[in-house]
């Protein structure tokens, strides 16, 4: 085995505590499912649409250390908090003046 593979960096770094797959934004998927890779660690998987985002959360009964209702209420609110730290435009001023032009770019 090269040495570089018992190097405990690299032990370290192979340990996937969070997984994430990301899916295609389309309305037709009902649901998705990702799993958590190591013992100890979660599964997360999410698409986001034009309004919402789906997530799903996974995790080991068996571990002691790991909660999904835990990660997905701090997510939760992780979530609140950077939504609060920006202002939502208002559809006025999103909507063109009558009469006026637009074009995509």
Known sequence: MPAFLADPIQQRST?????????????HIQGT???AVVPDGYGMNYIILPTYLRIGIESKRACEATDSARFAQTLTDVLG???ALFPQPSTSAAAPAAGSKTSKI
């Open 15 to 27: 340990h996937w505590r969070l997984s994430t797959s990301g899916l295609a934004p389309v309305r």
């Open 33 to 35: 499912g990702f799993g």
């Open 81 to 83: 908090d950077m939504k």
